[in-house]
Nanobody, 116 residues
C-alpha cells in the first residue's frame, strides 16, 4: 500500500535551516508529482511546495519563495524540502502529499518549531 513517511523535523532557531525528507513506497514514485503542505492549529492547510514527477517543474507558496527548495531523488523514492532562513511563522506540522489515481495520500507529518 502507499506509504509516505516524513522525517527531519525539529526545533530550530530563527534564521536556521532544516531539511525534511519524505520516503515513499507502494507506488511508482517517478510517475507522480509530490507536494509538501503545512498546517498550524486553527489555520487551513497551506501548500508549501510542489514538484513534478521528473523534478523538472516546481512551485512554491508565496510565503516560502526564495527560502525553501523542493527536490526529489527518484532512485531513492524520496522527496526533500530544504528550508532556509526559517522564522517563527514557519512553525507547523509539515506533511508530504501525493495524488495517485485520483486518491489523495498524506504522510503522518513532522513537526517543525522555529523558536529562540
Amino acid at each position: 500500500q502507499v506509504q509516505l513517511v516524513e522525517s527531519g523535523g525539529g526545533l530550530v532557531q530563527p534564521g536556521g535551516s532544516l531539511r525534511l525528507s519524505c520516503a515513499a513506497s507502494g507506488f511508482t514514485f517517478s510517475s507522480y508529482a509530490m507536494s509538501w503542505y503545512r498546517q498550524t492549529p486553527g489555520k487551513e492547510r497551506e501548500l508549501v511546495a510542489g514538484i513534478s514527477a521528473l523534478g523538472i517543474t516546481t512551485n512554491y507558496g508565496d510565503s516560502v519563495k526564495g527560502r525553501f527548495t523542493i527536490s526529489r531523488d527518484n532512485a531513492k523514492n524520496t522527496v526533500y524540502l530544504q528550508m532556509n532562513r526559517l522564522n517563527p511563522e514557519d512553525t507547523a506540522v509539515y506533511s508530504c502529499y501525493a495524488r495517485i489515481r485520483s486518491v489523495s495520500y498524506w504522510g503522518q507529518g513532522t513537526q517543525v518549531t522555529v523558536s529562540s
